[in-house]
Structures are given as C-alpha cells and as structure tokens.
C-alpha cells in the first residue's frame, strides 16, 4: 500500500506544482515540492526509496515539460540517495533534520542540474555567472523549501505511521 500511496503522492505532486504552487513565487522563486517529497522519504525510508521516488518524479517531469530527457531524473534520484544515506542517523520526531535536509537538498540538487546544464552547452548563450545562480536561485529556494519542507515532513511522518502505509508490496 505505501508502494501506492507514494505514488499518488508524486502524481498529486507533479498536478499542484503545475498548477497552484505556481502562486506561491517570492521574487520569481517557488518552493521545490519535489525536493520536500524526496527528502521526507529519504528520512523516514533511506536513499533506495527516496531515489525512487526522485527518479519517477523527475522523469514524469522531464518528459512532460523538460528541454533535455533525464537532466531532472537524475539529479532527483542522485539528491535522495545521497540524503537517504544518513537516514538510520537521523532523530525523525525532530522538525530540525527535515528543514536541514531540505536546504542541503536544494544545494546538491541543482549543482547537478546546472552543472549537467552547463556541461550540455544550454547555459552558455544565457550569460548567467555561478553567482547569479547560487545566490538568486540556490540560496532562496534553499531556505524556501527548508520552512515548507519541515511542514510538509510533518504530514508524510505522520502518513508514514499509518497502519496501511506498513504494506510495501500494493
């Protein structure tokens, strides 16, 4: 059942950020909540679900609204294995790990989008410098998804100690 739930998830996910999550823009940023899905999993599962999870995410992304096949797939599914490592060390009643997490998330996240960007030439011709990114793109989104992260690790906790989330197998 978890193994559904999550999947519904990511597609209920993939629908609000298209849609209304588009709203929630501060000087042009919006909150990554797919990063915030991915990091709760990587937390409450380990890095082989939360890759997962950033995989199908960042394909279905990819596929419906992405320039190059694969660039979002892969730096998600690299994020949440990455993160999911630390896991088993992780205090997960605590609001701190899930807002970290999502910061440093964000971080790794895109340096690999923009370093895969710039490595496939897309990001020659725009004249935008690593600082410009770092600090008008990372930073923001960063502490950006560090506070709704911490909301949305609450509710996914919360799920995740439901009695039909114990079930991987439907």
């Not at 997490?101 to 971080?107: C, G, L, T, Y």
């Not at 008008?136 to 919360?158: C, D, E, K, S």
């Amino acid at each position: 059942m978890k193994t559904l739930v999550v999947s519904v998830l990511v597609l209920l996910n993939l629908v609000l950020e298209t849609t209304l999550f588009q709203f929630l823009r501060i000087g042009g940023i919006k909150p990554d909540f797919v990063i915030m899905l991915i990091v709760s999993y990587a937390i409450l599962e380990g890095g082989a679900f939360s890759a997962g999870i950033g995989l199908t995410s960042g394909l279905l992304i990819d596929i419906l609204f992405g320039r190059i096949l694969g660039v979002n797939a892969f730096s998600y599914m690299i994020t949440g294995y990455i993160l999911g490592q630390a896991h088993e060390n992780v205090f997960k009643d605590s609001i701190l790990p899930p807002a970290l997490f999502n910061f440093a998330a964000v971080i790794v996240y895109q340096h690999i989008y923009f370093l895969i960007i710039y490595l496939t030439g897309n990001l020659m011709n725009e004249g935008i410098s690593y600082t410009y990114i770092l600090f008008r793109i990372i930073l923001p989104q960063g502490i950006y998804n560090a506070v709704f992260g911490a909301i949305i690790y609450r509710f996914l906790l919360h799920l995740n100690e439901k009695k039909f989330m114990q079930n991987r197998l439907y």
